[in-house]
Every structure is written in structure tokens, then in C-alpha cells.
């Protein structure tokens, strides 16, 4: 989409949130290179960039978040799923590509990341009454006792 298209989408988004204040967390934690995945590990770099580049935000409305803590995972997933996190079979069979050892940890890091930018930018909405937007989101198919689709976490 041509830069002109963007600009204008986000002129119309920023009318309809006039007055509203717009925060964006992001991490280059959140970038991840699976290889041979369909995910895009550039895709919140690229947004994020995008939107600095064109003067549409300011280094002001980025929000960069912490690692979720075990404690906050606990909330949504069961003790046995998080142990069996240990296993980098579990991770491949979530990703749907092998997992090599050298980015065992990145993908478990870069969700957790993920999920500490989710939790950030409710509180940012919440607190600040604002709109803000995790750009390292949308990790929403795990189950409590299991992760699917690209997710390990939610």
C-alpha cells in the first residue's frame, strides 16, 4: 500500500480519535526469525518505522514493554503447559517449523515480550484513558493448556 493510501487511513483514524491520546509499545525483542514460518518478524519494526518516518508519531508515543513474568502466565495457562515449555518439540509443533536450539529461546522470549506489551498497553488504555496498541499483538489462539497457531502464549 503506497504511502499516500497509509497517511491518509491514519488522518482518518486520528479525526475519529480526536483528542484521544495514541500510544504504540514496541520491542525489537518482538522480532523473531522462525524460517520457513509465514510470520513476518518485521512487521512491528516496519509499522513502527513507517510511522516515525512519516511524522505521524513521536518517539513520545512509543512505549517499550517488559518480558510477561511466569506469575502472569500463570494466569492464563496451566503449570504442566508452562513445564512443558521446557521441550523444544512443544515449540515446533506450535510453530509449525523445527525450532533450532539457537532460537529456542528468542521465540519463547519474544512472546513473552509480546505478552508484557499486551498487558502494557492495557494499562497505558486504561489509566491514560487512551487508544494504545501493542504492534507485537495479536497472539490470541493458545489454550490454557496448550499454544496453536503461532501462539505459545495469549
Known amino acids: ?56 508519531i513521536s518517539k513520545d508515543n512509543v512505549f517499550r514493554p517488559r518480558r510477561a513474568s511466569l506469575q502472569d502466565l500463570r494466569l492464563a495457562h496451566s503449570a504442566a503447559y508452562l513445564e512443558g515449555l521446557r521441550d523444544p518439540e512443544t515449540l515446533t509443533a506450535i510453530l509449525g517449523v523445527e525450532v533450532r536450539d539457537e532460537v529456542y529461546q528468542q521465540a519463547l522470549q519474544a512472546q513473552r515480550l509480546a505478552v508484557g506489551g499486551t498487558l502494557l498497553a492495557t494499562r497505558h488504555a486504561l489509566r491514560r484513558n487512551s487508544v494504545t496498541v501493542n504492534l507485537g499483538g495479536g497472539f490470541h489462539h493458545a489454550r490454557p493448556e496448550a499454544g496453536r497457531g503461532f501462539c505459545i502464549f495469549n
Open 1 to 56: 500500500m503506497a504511502s499516500a493510501t497509509l497517511r491518509r487511513y491514519w488522518n482518518r483514524l486520528r479525526r475519529s480519535l480526536a483528542g484521544t491520546p495514541v500510544g504504540f509499545v514496541y520491542s525489537p525483542g518482538y522480532r523473531v526469525d522462525l524460517g520457513g514460518s509465514p510470520y513476518d518478524p518485521e512487521r512491528a519494526e516496519r509499522i513502527l518505522t513507517f510511522l516515525l518516518t512519516e511524522g505521524l
